[in-house]
């Protein structure tokens, strides 16, 4: 990644460029879990975007980008296009390629809503309910999330998670947490000094 944000501009871009994104793209897709932090606006470098406006690169891509910031279905989408020989032929596997999209379909959900009912994330992951609170361990076990489960209530109260994008939605979001947490916080204080009042009557 060092050496592909040396480069500044579309036009830049060489052969070498080429190669160099398209290893470093299929190591991301490989493990992108473990690489989560380091390929953080991978997608914004020249040579990487380079590679969607070549015919022959342009589903590595495509998968890519589902990695960045898809789920499940979008995977489930390509491999009915591209079928598994497009993951075989760049040296990926693909069992552990289905095992990294559900952590992050997961991780996804989790930056959606505070609690997720177990019947939502077996929805997203596709898988039973009883399979449900293993993926939330394995999730937490990998450091994308910070979650408690509710085995009564059958939800995930969800503490803290990573955001695998931050772009206008996600502004939108953070705005409108911050606005209620504003109100919350102004309702408190008004209601420390209407006690206070009380107290000194």
Same mark, same amino acid.
């Given at each position: 990644?060092?050496? +592909?944000?040396?480069?500044? =501009? !579309?036009?830049?871009?060489?052969? $070498?460029?080429?190669?160099? *994104?398209? #290893?470093?793209?299929?190591?991301?897709?490989?493990?992108?879990?473990?690489?989560?932090?380091?390929?953080?606006?991978?997608?914004?470098?020249?040579?990487?975007?380079?590679?969607?406006?070549?015919?022959?690169?342009?589903?590595?891509?495509?998968?890519?980008?589902?990695?960045?910031?898809?789920?499940?279905?979008?995977?489930?989408?390509?491999?009915?296009?591209?079928?598994?020989?497009?993951?075989?032929?760049?040296?990926?596997?693909?069992?552990?390629?289905?095992?990294?999209?559900? +952590?992050?379909?997961?991780? =996804? !959900?989790?930056?959606?809503?505070? $609690?997720?009912?177990?019947? *939502?994330? #077996?929805?997203?992951?596709?898988?039973?309910?009883?399979?449900?609170?293993?993926?939330?361990?394995?999730?937490?076990?990998?450091?994308?999330?910070?979650?408690?489960?509710?085995?009564?209530?059958?939800?995930?109260?969800?503490?803290?998670?990573?955001?695998?994008?931050?772009?206008?939605?996600?502004?939108?979001?953070?705005?409108?947490?911050?606005?209620?947490?504003?109100?919350?916080?102004?309702?408190?204080?008004?209601?420390?000094?209407?006690?206070?009042?009380?107290?000194?009557?």
């Amino acid at each position: 990644l060092k050496l +592909l944000d040396t480069y500044s =501009s !579309l036009s830049d871009v060489d052969t $070498e460029a080429i190669e160099a *994104a398209k #290893a470093a793209a299929t190591g991301a897709i490989r493990d992108p879990v473990t690489l989560f932090r380091e390929q953080g606006g991978m997608m914004t470098l020249p040579p990487i975007q380079a590679l969607e406006d070549n015919s022959s690169t342009k589903p590595l891509h495509f998968l890519l980008k589902i990695f960045q910031e898809g789920k499940l279905e979008d995977y489930q989408s390509f491999l009915s296009t591209h079928t598994e020989s497009a993951l075989t032929d760049l040296s990926l596997d693909p069992s552990a390629c289905t095992y990294n999209i559900r +952590l992050l379909s997961l991780c =996804s !959900l989790a930056t959606e809503h505070e $609690e997720i009912p177990y019947d *939502a994330i #077996a929805s997203t992951l596709q898988v039973t309910n009883d399979e449900v609170e293993s993926w939330v361990i394995a999730a937490v076990s990998s450091g994308l999330l910070s979650a408690k489960m509710d085995q009564l209530q059958r939800v995930v109260m969800v503490e803290r998670c990573v955001l695998r994008k931050f772009g206008m939605e996600e502004w939108k979001s953070l705005q409108q947490r911050l606005h209620v947490w504003k109100e919350n916080v102004a309702t408190i204080v008004e209601g420390l000094k209407q006690g206070q009042i009380i107290a000194q009557q």
